[in-house]
């Protein structure tokens, strides 16, 4: 049974940084690509970065270097480090497996206010 079991999540202030992490099992976890989604409220999903499994990455155009994508394929997890976060990346963050078919987390909660 697939698992991914994201944390990290939570509330800070425009110019900080959290670490988001996503735990992973039931996959073989270094040959899958693995994502970072996210959805606003009253807005689609959207993907955030992208990581094969040889470590290459793609971000969307909004969060490019601000967001670091990255994974330990040793710990089976996948981790987002989001630095000069502002009010618009608000939104429930969910981690993404793709093997055969897509496996998807239950989300944290992301709030960037003052």
């Known amino acids: 049974q697939v698992q991914l079991v994201e944390s990290g999540g939570g509330l800070v202030q425009p110019g900080g940084s959290l670490r988001l992490s996503c735990a992973a099992s039931g996959i073989i976890f270094s040959s899958v690509v693995m994502a970072w989604y996210r959805q606003a409220p009253g807005k689609q999903r959207e993907v955030v970065a992208v990581?094969?499994?040889?470590?290459?990455?793609s971000y969307a155009g909004s969060v490019r270097g601000r967001f670091t994508i990255s994974r330990d394929n040793a710990k089976n997890t996948l981790y987002l480090q989001m630095d000069s976060l502002k009010p618009e990346d608000t939104a429930v963050y969910y981690c993404?497996?793709?093997?055969?078919?897509?496996?998807w987390g239950q989300g944290t909660q992301v709030t960037v206010s003052s």
């Open positions: 993404k497996a793709t093997q055969r078919q897509d496996y």
């Open positions: 990581i094969g499994s040889y470590g290459t990455a």
